[in-house]
């Protein structure tokens, strides 16, 4: 029994530790140039096209899927009306892993609550029970992104979503 444990307790270790790295190097990745990201980059009230507002309720978003065309500024505007912290983030699939990997780290030395959970990344929005908050964003490339609550266990619960953004003269 003693001998199971010791043997699954490094690999443990070096699987958080992987996934540490992986996060450092998604950041690092989405700090080159002027935070533009193969997922877009944060937008101005005065470029936006269209506002999109959205629900949280329970453990879903009251959005399935959104389609965009490549070049639209989207206003989201996410109202949190169960009665638990969610977040709303954009991003491919890496980066919604890596951002999933932080919050749990997050959660894991801080606790559930925490003030330090009100990170500041530009693709997402931390909302505390009842907050409504928004977020400005440019598709700036067609591709297939993902929207994604990344507390603990919310997206594995099904807080997640696909964003297709079209090429513009399609
Ligand atoms: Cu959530």
């Not at 190097?25 to 507002?53: C, Y």
Request: hydrophobic share 40%.
């Amino acid at each position: 029994m003693v001998k199971t444990v010791t043997r699954i307790l490094p690999l443990a270790a070096a699987i958080g530790a992987a996934l540490l790295l992986g996060a450092v190097a998604a950041r690092a990745d989405a700090g080159h140039g002027n935070g533009s990201v193969p997922f877009g980059k944060p937008g101005h009230a005065a470029q936006v096209d269209r506002t999109i507002e959205l629900d949280v309720d329970g453990m879903s978003y009251s959005m399935e899927k959104l389609d965009v065309k490549a070049g639209e500024t989207i206003r989201f505007v996410i109202r949190n009306e169960s009665e638990i912290e969610h977040d709303f983030t954009i991003g491919d699939k890496a980066t919604q892993k890596s951002h999933r990997a932080e919050m749990a780290e997050m959660m894991e030395h801080m606790g559930p609550g925490s003030a330090t959970m009100e990170h500041d990344d530009p693709n997402a929005v931390f909302l505390e029970a009842g907050q409504t908050r928004e977020l400005i964003w440019i598709f700036d490339k067609a591709g297939n992104f993902e929207f994604a609550c990344n507390v603990p266990g919310h997206y594995e619960a099904g807080m997640h979503g696909p964003i297709t953004v079209g090429d513009n003269d399609a």
